[in-house]
């Protein structure tokens, strides 16, 4: 299949209410303690310095730059690691155009209070981007894993088939503009579930789901 039946059409930003709204009202029951902003999809929503992305208030995580380097185009850093979440996140050059829209539990996560290029969240979240960002490369999807999911299980389930995978030692990049080819003008859904190491079996399982429907991206996250 291809992309070429979705033309990019000049108003398309009218077309994708009823699907931002459906899928943020979906969202809304499962995360109660989402922050509403009145001030727009990214105002200050009266939280001083602290970026509101949608209706998911976030906070400078200045670790993101470390833990996503390769896709911020950092230098590859030995940090340690030890007590920090699992974390996923967005990285890309023109996020606030490229994010359309966000709900989540607080806080959300950003690498810079301003200029920021990587969003992401260590609860759970769901984002709406642009699957025109997707299909040029302007926006790439990760997860951080901390050791005690490294050496664990990656396990895909999509409508193109099955399959496994390890992570390494650096955040895992999610294909996404691979399954937006594979999509074409079809709505499909994949899901990647993370489990941990053998000896941290007692953690839960990470998840996100990804749906391609038409001219948007819906991401879900849940710890």
Known sequence: MTFSSLSRPTTRFAGLVLVTTLALATFAALAPQAVG????RFGNGDRG????????????????????WEGLNNEESNTVSSGYL????????????????????????????????AVG??????????????IDGRISLWQWLPREYRGGEVAVSSPF???????????????LSRISDLSGAATTVSVFTFTPSGAFSSLSD???TVGMNGEVVVVRYQP
């Open 86 to 117: 699992p974390v996923m996140a967005f990285t890309g050059n023109d996020l606030q155009a490229c994010v359309l829209n966000a709900a989540g539990e607080p806080y959300g996560q950003v690498n810079r209070y301003e200029t920021w290029d």
């Open 49 to 68: 310095d602290n970026p509101v992305i949608g209706s998911l208030p976030c906070a400078a995580a200045p670790q993101m730059e470390w833990m996503f």
């Open 37 to 40: 902003n009145k001030d727009g």
């Open 121 to 134: 969240s260590s609860k759970a979240c769901v984002f709406i981007v642009d699957r025109y960002a997707v």
């Open 206 to 208: 990470l998840e996100i």
């Open 161 to 175: 088939g099955d399959v496994w995978d390890v992570p390494g030692e650096h955040a895992y990049k999610i294909p």
